[in-house]
């Protein structure tokens, strides 16, 4: 099966996700996409049968620590390596300017 996405595809989909695409970029997109299709494609054409499904290609354990409730830190303790703090609190640089409207 071979795909192709079209330029008309690529436009409906940025009208949907309100995307502002210029005509090259409609264009290399439709080129991009339907390649990345063509591959999918050619992996298809692959025999797997008999094969494991993987979730992933390396072996992978939990390295998590059990979710058991314990003392948190008292703030004193907490604030202890701020490099700057406003008493009780943390004090963290701005991020937001004054036009933002947040």
Do not use: W
Not at 34 to 62: F, M, Q, R
Request: aromatic share 4%; charged share 25%; hydrophobic share 35%.
């Amino acid at each position: 099966m071979s795909s192709k996405i079209t330029e008309q595809q690529v436009r409906d989909v940025a009208l949907l996700s309100r995307l502002n695409l210029s005509e090259t970029e409609i264009h290399d997109f439709a080129d991009q996409l339907s390649s990345i299709l063509s591959y999918v494609d050619k992996l298809n054409e692959l025999d797997t049968e008999g094969i494991e499904p993987l979730a992933h290609c390396l072996p992978v354990s939990n390295v998590f620590r059990a979710d058991e409730p314990h003392q948190p830190l008292d703030r004193e303790q907490a604030l202890h390596n701020a490099p700057h703090r406003d008493e009780e609190f943390f004090r963290v640089p701005p991020i937001l300017d004054d036009n933002s409207g947040a």
